[in-house]
């Protein structure tokens, strides 16, 4: 386990940044023309993602970028 001391500034950049990459991510799971097995390796990296935004976002954040059982199903 780590500790990381940041100022607040640091850490709006950081969920700015989180927000960011997970959105594309959301937008590339979309696409049809990419394979099921890139899609697999996405989703896993949305969830390493979404797991360090919960720890520097505040939770009503946090609940805009749960992917909901139906999307899960449909992506």
């Known amino acids: 386990m780590f500790g990381l001391i ?3 500034k640091e850490k709006l ?3 700015y940044l989180l927000k960011r990459e997970m959105d594309e ?3 590339d799971l979309e696409d049809v023309r990419i394979d099921d097995i890139v899609k697999r390796a ?3 990296r ?3 993602l979404f797991s360090l935004f919960t ?3 505040p939770h ?3 609940v805009n970028y749960i992917i909901s059982s139906k999307k ?3 992506i």
């Open 72 to 74: 899960k199903k449909g």
């Open 13 to 15: 950049e950081i969920q």
């Open 46 to 48: 949305y969830k390493i």
């Open 55 to 57: 720890r520097v976002a």
């Open 42 to 44: 996405m989703k896993e």
């Open 6 to 8: 940041i100022h607040e």
């Open 60 to 62: 009503h954040e946090c």
């Open 25 to 27: 991510i959301l937008y």
